[in-house]
């Protein structure tokens, strides 16, 4: 899978470099086949993470599909000499597949992460939204940063249960890369997705309005940093002008 993708490096991760409506056909076309994949979200934050995590690290670069969500790395592209003209996002990805199961009908989807009561209202929105898609099952883990081997045993056993041909899962990152990675091959499902705030997103616990000018303008990280300036700062101030800083060293060779 990885080899038919059309890819371009970044700081030595291969990010693909496809539209928002190409990652979804890319992404539905792989469904269809019976092919299993999986995506990751590549932004500075998660970089520079990964900097120091080499589990991480591997996960991003384990991902079948790793897409450009943030315009730091839209820029970087820029920057770098490479192809990559918009930014993808966990929620681009989200409503695009979303779109194209629906019309397809018959299709499953199981999310895993966030909040029962975050779950209970992603579930009543589907059924508004998309309405031909079978919510599987939903399960919340224990809010942990490093789960028990029986933890992870019954979060498997409740996605094959349910045989999903998608599963969202919602665990911010690193945690919900290293958990695909680590058991992408005990998974029953065809797609897996790393997609974090997009439960809160969708649910409607976080404003996001995709069509708003900040999202448009490359600045949707500034309201969000309003509304959670304790755990948004570190991404911004500190984050960013790592992953800039390491874009321009590549670019200048030094």
């Given at each position: 899978?990885?080899?038919?993708?059309?890819?371009?490096?970044?700081?030595?991760?291969?990010?693909?470099?496809?539209?928002?409506?190409?990652?979804?056909?890319?992404?539905?076309?792989?469904?269809?086949?019976?092919?299993?994949?999986?995506?990751?979200?590549?932004?500075?934050?998660?970089?520079?993470?990964?900097l120091k995590d080499k589990v991480?690290?591997?996960?991003?670069?384990?991902?079948?599909?790793?897409?450009?969500?943030?315009?730091?790395?839209?820029?970087?592209?820029?920057?770098?000499?490479?192809?990559?003209?918009?930014?993808?996002?966990?929620?681009?990805?989200?409503?695009?597949?979303?779109?194209?199961?629906?019309?397809?009908?018959?299709?499953?989807?199981?999310?895993?992460?966030?909040?029962?009561?975050?779950?209970?209202?992603?579930?009543?929105?589907?059924?508004?939204?998309?309405?031909?898609?079978?919510?599987?099952?939903?399960?919340?883990?224990?809010?942990?940063?490093?789960?028990?081997?029986?933890?992870?045993?019954?979060?498997?056993?409740?996605?094959?249960?349910?045989?999903?041909?998608?599963?969202?899962?919602?665990?911010?990152?690193?945690?919900?890369?290293?958990?695909?990675?680590?058991?992408?091959?005990?998974?029953?499902?065809?797609?897996?997705?790393?997609?974090?705030?997009?439960?809160?997103?969708?649910?409607?616990?976080?404003?996001?309005?995709?069509?708003?000018?900040?999202?448009?303008?490359?600045?949707?990280?500034?309201?969000?940093?309003?509304?959670?300036?304790?755990?948004?700062?570190?991404?911004?101030?500190?984050?960013?002008?790592?992953?800039?800083?390491?874009?321009?060293?590549?670019k200048l060779k030094f």
């Amino acid at each position: 899978m990885k080899g038919k993708q059309v890819k371009e490096e970044i700081l030595e991760y291969q990010v693909n470099t496809f539209s928002v409506d190409e990652c979804a056909d890319e992404i539905f076309k792989s469904l269809q086949a019976g092919k299993r994949t999986w995506l990751a979200c590549f932004n500075p934050h998660s970089y520079t993470l990964a900097l120091k995590d080499k589990v991480f690290t591997r996960a991003l670069k384990d991902a079948d599909f790793l897409v450009p969500d943030g315009f730091g790395v839209v820029l970087a592209s820029r920057l770098l000499g490479g192809k990559i003209k918009e930014r993808v996002t966990g929620s681009d990805v989200f409503a695009g597949l979303n779109k194209r199961m629906n019309a397809a009908g018959t299709m499953r989807a199981f999310f895993l992460g966030a909040t029962n009561e975050t779950l209970e209202l992603i579930k009543k929105r589907m059924v508004q939204d998309y309405p031909n898609i079978k919510v599987a099952g939903c399960y919340s883990p224990p809010f942990k940063d490093v789960y028990s081997t029986s933890e992870i045993s019954e979060m498997v056993k409740l996605v094959n249960s349910a045989a999903p041909d998608v599963l969202w899962v919602g665990m911010s990152a690193p945690k919900q890369e290293k958990f695909i990675l680590e058991n992408r091959m005990r998974l029953n499902a065809k797609f897996v997705a790393a997609i974090g705030a997009v439960f809160d997103f969708y649910s409607g616990n976080i404003r996001r309005d995709a069509d708003s000018w900040f999202v448009r303008h490359g600045l949707e990280w500034l309201p969000r940093l309003i509304q959670e300036p304790l755990r948004l700062w570190k991404r911004m101030f500190v984050s960013a002008p790592v992953f800039l800083f390491h874009v321009v060293r590549q670019k200048l060779k030094f």
